[in-house]
């Protein structure tokens, strides 16, 4: 057997430079995909009609965001590349365009958030697991609540003790299940009533909305105000307030 003790090095080609750019076109491609299978377009047009289109400034911001994730100017930098603007079918703009463009999302975001909260639970049927909350405070005269010794005063009145009372509402739908009959919350600072009731089978959606009616509304309901900056329906604009709730619950800080 020969050895030989020479090693032979490989040599590398040289690197010639050019004007190649590489373009990371799978996560626009993904945010793309997603974008319209969430039906994203619809949420996002209704805010903004003039200038460049927001639909395409958002896929460009949220695939940034997938791929380098930096400050805002550089997300400029990066948007204004001609083949990332050919792909998005944008005009080169200025970077503060992002910055009116996050104003405009941030003022309208309650909105934005309820509307794709919506579009997940249609699109992909998650389970209704959400509960409305009503609180209100009211003032004890006298020492017969049970729970008012533990009531406090926010005027430091010891005379006018002050507790907490809420109402909450579960939505709940479960198949061949039958509801819990008892409640309970271990805390001896909480008193609770709990209660239930069903969808009477034998009556048609509409009458079961009158017999609400007629044993809700009393004439005492009072009435309140919604004051808006857009031009909304009575039915919109209480829609939108019914789910400050909702959206604030779901809400990531």
């Avoid at 004890?140 to 430091?156: E, V």
């Avoid at 061949?176 to 409640?183: A, H, Q, S």
């Avoid at 005492?220 to 031009?231: A, I, T, V, W």
């Amino acid at each position: 057997m020969i050895r030989s003790n020479k090693h032979h090095k490989t040599k590398s080609l040289p690197s010639i430079p050019n004007k190649n750019i590489c373009v990371p076109i799978g996560s626009i491609l993904a945010v793309q995909y997603f974008y319209e299978k969430l039906n994203f377009c619809d949420i996002f047009s209704k805010h903004k009609s003039k200038g460049l289109d927001l639909n395409s400034l958002v896929i460009g911001l949220l695939s940034y965001k997938l791929t380098d994730n930096f400050s805002i100017k550089e997300a400029g930098k990066w948007l204004n590349q001609k083949e990332i603007l050919d792909v998005l079918n944008l005009e080169s703009f200025h970077e503060r365009v992002l910055y009116r463009t996050l104003e405009l999302l941030g003022r309208n975001k309650k909105e934005i958030l309820c509307d794709i909260l919506d579009s997940l639970f249609s699109t992909y049927g998650f389970e209704e697991t959400n509960i409305n909350l009503d609180w209100t405070s009211i003032v004890l005269h006298g020492t017969k609540a049970n729970l008012g010794k533990f009531g406090y005063s926010r005027d430091h009145r010891p005379d006018k003790l002050q507790i907490t009372v809420g109402v909450s509402e579960l939505k709940a739908v479960i198949d061949n299940k039958k509801l819990p009959k008892k409640f309970r919350v271990n805390n001896e600072l909480i008193e609770i009533n709990y209660s239930f009731r069903t969808k009477l089978e034998e009556l048609s959606d509409e009458e079961v909305i009158e017999l609400l009616k007629a044993s809700l509304i009393n004439g005492r309901e009072g009435f309140f105000g919604l004051k808006s900056n857009r031009d909304l329906t009575l039915e919109d604009a209480l829609i939108t307030y019914r789910k400050k709730d909702f959206i604030e619950k779901y809400s990531i800080h």
